[in-house]
């Protein structure tokens, strides 16, 4: 069974830090790995989507990697914002199934 | 990004009663909606796949009796949670999904509060 292991579990960083996010997958045949952000109540929004024959993916200030061989993922924010603050997903799609990480919940300190 | 509803909101029932959740995609046709469950600090659980037309396969755990789950069209998802219990309280949230490879999108949630 998938499991999706993410690290470090909380983070607290002064504004304008640049900062990595990380995801660990034990399957590796994963059709699409996903980042969403949750924030405190909130539904889930969706940031960067990385199809498996995909290195990586940038929006904006986000950046995010795979790589299917050694089951990882990262994310990375540039010159973070207290905006930025939430908790972020990462979720790997198996057979249209969906597995996710437990979160990283992120503090931008102004 | 595709919009995907849900409603309620947010529901306080009384224990016994059952409550249902609507998901509807609003600018899509989803074949799958996923059902997922969130306890306090806790990832997403995900308790049922929802087929348009078929029974919805549970994961293990998941009483199919106490949440029953009906896919009536390609934008309707409903899940009832009958005889609700004080442990029931959670965050319900749905998903849309078009197909292997591709974006799931996610409700808002449902934030159901059993006295």
């Known amino acids: 069974k998938q499991e999706v292991t993410q690290i470090p579990a909380a983070l607290s960083v002064p504004e304008g830090e640049n900062l990595v996010l990380n995801c660990s997958f034990t399957?590796?045949?994963?059709?699409?790995l996903q980042w969403f952000r949750q924030d405190p109540g909130k539904g889930l929004t969706s940031l960067l989507l990385?199809?498996?024959?995909?290195r990586e993916q940038t929006s904006g200030r986000l950046n995010a990697s795979l790589d299917k061989s050694s089951g990882r993922s990262t994310l990375y924010i540039a010159a973070s914002q207290p905006g930025d603050s939430a908790t972020y997903l990462c979720?790997?799609?198996?057979?249209?199934?969906?597995?996710f990480g437990s979160g990283t919940k992120l503090n931008v300190k102004p | 990004g595709a919009v995907v509803s849900q409603h309620p909101s947010r529901v306080i029932c009384k224990s016994g009663t059952s409550v249902k959740i609507e998901c509807r995609s609003l600018?899509?046709?989803?074949?799958?909606m996923f059902w997922y469950r969130q306890f306090p600090k806790k990832s997403l659980m995900l308790m049922a796949t929802s087929n348009e037309g078929s029974k919805a396969t549970y994961e293990q755990g998941v009483e199919k009796d106490k949440f029953l789950i009906n896919h009536a069209s390609l934008t309707l998802s409903t899940l009832t949670v009958t005889s609700a219990h004080p442990e029931d309280s959670s965050f319900y949230i749905c998903s849309a999904f078009i197909g292997s490879g591709y974006e799931q999108y996610f409700g808002p949630g449902t934030r159901l509060t059993v006295t």
């Open positions: 399957d590796s045949a994963i059709y699409n």
């Open positions: 979720a790997v799609e198996n057979f249209n199934k969906f597995y």
């Open positions: 600018d899509f046709q989803a074949t799958t």
């Open positions: 990385i199809q498996s024959s995909q």
